[in-house]
């Protein structure tokens, strides 16, 4: 229990609301929003399995352009629970977006969107397994078949793993630390390949999710230990076998935040160098604390069933899975996060206590939902300009794109054919 007290400010701390707004616009309701800004039940984050890496391929689905039809498509990755899965469902419901699931697991995701209700004809589900180089590759090549010469409206990187409690690192197939691998080499990866399909579309979104985690200038990045820190990128220039991207031995948590920082810093470094070129906006967000999500999978069961408690009466910092999506769709269809290279945030209710209302019985005023989205303020450290470049660099190198880098630095913006 002594445990549990000591241990509960420090995590709340480490998802806590956002900074102060920079910017603010005015919230625009999604059909889903509006039915959940309610009061939701909370419940406890699932007890999923961190399977090893399956990077067997799938035959490719064609016909895609017939079934598509006149809507817009949007690729989301790790569809297959907590904020991809809401995020995927508050996409498909508008009705004006056809999404792709981009799930390591096609069985579970196939299962889980039925379960969710996702309207007839509006997903389809495309093997990606993020720890696989090749299974990325497989992922495009079978992307292209299915819609053929149609262009990518969107495409949202949100999958991750968060591995605290391992004592070693686990790889990708590809060698590179898990944490790392998955949330940031995968992703970039990915979206490397896909620049020529989105360049195409008109208006096109590239949304890379991030975290406060990952930002020093708040609570939860800055002062819970352990900090992000690149450090002089000595890991990730070195390849594979490499345990940390700054050189250093294997440290779960960190690993975790160092891969939100890459994925931060891509999207500012992706937006200098392309967006005036291609017209694509890229961003990033911070969706709130979404407590119940499998991300916490690898926490005790004490855990995940206090954690969203906490969360929202406590921190206050609390947004339920439903409103984290339609945040998160909200970045893909919402004219007003067409602006390139931000990092958004909502400024609900985040940071005040839970009081109980005697005359409802029940706690009133908590959690993070509701507000509006604002211009966040990126921390120095994903803001430094020289330290992105050599990581974007380095992440080139590692995903085998060295030359393409070369060719894009020449002015070519095509890709790799
Ligand atoms: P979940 O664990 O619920 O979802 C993660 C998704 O990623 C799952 O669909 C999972 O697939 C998928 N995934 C994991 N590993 C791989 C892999 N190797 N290849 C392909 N897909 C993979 O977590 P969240 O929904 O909470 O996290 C989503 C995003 O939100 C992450 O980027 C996280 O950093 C961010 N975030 C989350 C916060 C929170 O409070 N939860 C706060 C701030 C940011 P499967 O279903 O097969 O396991």
Redesign the pocket.
């Known amino acids: 229990m002594a445990r549990l007290i000591l241990l509960l400010p420090s995590l709340a701390l480490a998802?806590v609301a956002p900074a102060r707004p920079l910017v603010r616009t005015t919230t625009r309701l999604s059909p889903l929003q509006a039915e959940t800004v309610k009061e939701v039940k909370l419940k406890q984050a699932p007890n999923?399995e961190s399977p090893p890496?399956d990077s067997s391929k799938q035959a490719p689905k064609v016909n895609g352009g017939i079934v598509i039809g006149l809507r817009k498509l949007a690729v989301v990755?790790?569809?297959?629970?907590?904020?991809?899965?809401y995020g995927a469902l508050s996409l498909a419901k508008r009705g004006d977006y056809y999404v792709i699931l981009a799930?390591?697991?096609v069985e579970?995701a196939e299962r889980v969107a039925k379960e969710m209700g996702f309207p007839a004809n509006s997903y389809t589900v495309l093997k990606?397994?993020?720890?696989s180089f090749q299974s990325v590759r497989d992922f495009v090549f079978n992307l292209r078949a299915f819609k053929g010469p149609r262009p990518l409206d969107a495409l949202v990187c949100?999958?991750?793993?968060?591995l605290p409690a391992d004592p070693k690192p686990r790889f990708t197939e590809d060698g590179y630390e898990m944490s790392m691998g998955?949330?940031h080499l995968?992703h970039f990866l990915m979206t490397q390949l896909l620049l020529p399909d989105l360049q195409k579309a008109k208006g096109a979104r590239c949304v890379i999710?991030?975290?406060?985690?990952g930002n020093s200038n708040t609570i939860g990045g800055g002062l819970v230990y352990p900090r992000a820190d690149l450090g002089d990128l000595s890991g990730l220039k070195a390849g594979p076998g490499a345990e940390m991207a700054d050189g250093k031995p294997f440290f779960g948590a960190k690993a975790y935040k160092d891969s939100?920082v890459c994925n931060m810093m891509t999207v500012q470094e992706m937006h200098r160098r392309f967006n005036a070129k291609t017209g694509i906006t890229f961003s990033s967000l911070?969706?709130?604390?979404?407590?119940e999500?499998?991300?916490f999978?690898e926490k005790r069961g004490w855990f995940r069933s206090i954690f969203p408690v906490f969360m929202k009466y406590v921190t206050g910092g609390y947004v339920s899975e439903t409103e984290a999506g339609d945040r998160l769709a909200q970045t893909v269809w919402d004219p007003v996060a067409a602006k390139s290279g931000v990092y958004w945030s909502w400024n609900g209710n985040a940071q005040q206590v839970g009081l109980y209302d005697p005359s409802s019985g029940s706690v009133k005023g908590a959690g993070g939902s509701g507000g509006e989205i604002f211009e966040n303020a990126y921390s120095a450290s994903t803001k430094d300009e020289s330290t992105a470049a050599a990581m974007y660099e380095a992440s080139m190198a590692a995903c085998g794109l060295g030359e393409l880098s070369q060719k894009r630095a020449g002015g070519s913006l095509d890709g790799e054919q």
């Open positions: 998802l999923l890496v990755t790790g569809a297959s629970s907590g904020l991809g899965l799930c390591r697991n579970r990606c397994e993020l720890g949100n999958a991750a793993v968060y998955v949330n995968g999710v991030g975290s406060i985690t939100k911070y969706p709130g604390c979404i407590a999500t499998g991300l999978r």
